[in-house]
């Protein structure tokens, strides 16, 4: 099974069934349950918002590089402070009927009970990197998901500017801790210790 999004079309389609079935009247529509259950089948990163889907693009090369850079870096730090770092595709409810698929994800704590295994009811930090087809998804609209799920803080890796900007929660928002630039050391504001050279995640390949 896969699904197909455009900018005016959302489609479910299952090749070997010869079955081709248009998703855009549902929009609005959908329940949660229905929502676990196609994302349950199919490894496309999906996110739902008040009874609608967004099937989110297929990450590019460059993309999976710095993440692959990332994650190894953010997992070997947590892990030995006894905390678990995850990787997309992974759900994260950020509220009731809302659910997003950060590109990582970790708690401090690896028996934090928020780790459920369909998907998780929290995070300590997550990390987006922005892609070009909707920078502000990740810099606009998910900074707000992620300040309301209470999650301490948010780093948005920013290919389209060279920036890697570390947010820490205050309240209810976000406060920049820093916006880090190529020959700069991006560093943690929860974690003390935790840093990446700018460039080294840029340049990953």
Not at 99 to 106: A, G, M, S, T, Y
Not at 116 to 131: C, F, K, M, P, T
Not at 155 to 183: C, H, M, S
Request: a negative charge; charged letters at 25%.
């Amino acid at each position: 099974m896969s699904l197909v999004s455009h900018d005016i079309d959302l489609k479910l389609v299952q090749p070997a069934r010869g079955l081709e079935l248009d998703l855009m009247p549902l929009q609005g529509l959908w329940t949660e349950q229905q929502y676990l259950k196609l994302t349950d089948q199919t490894n496309h990163l999906v996110e739902f918002e008040n009874g609608s889907i967004e099937v989110l693009p297929m990450p590019t090369e460059e993309h999976q590089a710095i993440l692959e850079y990332l994650f190894f870096a953010f997992r070997s730090f947590i892990e030995q402070l006894g905390g678990k770092a995850r990787f997309a595709p992974l759900r994260l409810q950020v509220q009731a009927g809302r659910f997003r698929e950060p590109d990582i994800l970790l708690v401090r704590d690896a028996d934090d009970p928020r780790r459920q295994n369909r998907y998780w009811l929290g995070a300590d930090l997550v990390v987006e990197i922005v892609s070009p087809d909707d920078p502000e998804r990740d810099t606009v609209t998910k900074r707000a998901d992620y300040a309301g799920a209470g999650v301490l803080e948010y780093w948005i890796v920013n290919p389209l500017d060279a920036t890697i900007t570390v947010l820490q929660l205050a309240a209810a928002a976000y406060d920049e801790y820093g916006i880090f630039k190529r020959g700069e050391t991006a560093r943690s504001a929860l974690l003390g210790g935790l840093s990446v050279m700018v460039d080294d995640v840029l340049d990953a390949r």
